[in-house]
């Protein structure tokens, strides 16, 4: 098992940055590659970003492109996700989750993902 605990998560204005973070317990942070996704209220969870379990290899949705970096510090056994330039459409509840080893970065299915948090809350104020 892997536990993951999200946190970060606040108000800011539009145009402003935040960085929400995904501290993990339990098995080997370093094996698991990593993702972030998100859910706006009255919509489905959404693929954001991910990483791979070295943390070489990453890969966006095209909506983050350019505005978000998920990075990762197997030391801390920790996940990032900075965010620039927000807007109120990124408002959400974002999650992290880990996959199975192995596995590449790319636009990940959630259900395809092993263990979740519970998410933090971003709203963007206009």
């Known amino acids: 098992q892997v536990q993951l605990v999200e946190s970060g998560g606040g108000l800011v204005q539009a145009g402003g940055s935040l960085r929400v973070s995904c501290a993990a317990s339990g098995r080997t942070f370093s094996h698991y590659p990593m993702g972030w996704f998100r859910q706006a209220p009255g919509k489905e969870r959404d693929f954001v970003a991910a990483i791979s379990s070295s943390g070489v290899t990453t890969y966006y949705a095209d909506s983050v492109k350019g505005r978000f970096t998920i990075s990762r510090d197997n030391a801390k056994n920790t996940e990032y996700l900075q965010m620039s330039s927000l807007s109120p459409d990124d408002t959400a509840v974002y999650y992290c989750?880990?996959?199975?080893?192995?596995?590449?970065?790319?636009?990940?299915?959630?259900?395809?993902?092993?263990?979740w948090g519970k998410g933090t809350l971003v709203t963007v104020s206009s």
């Open positions: 989750a880990a996959n199975t080893p192995g596995r590449a970065p790319s636009r990940w299915s959630d259900y395809a993902m092993a263990y």
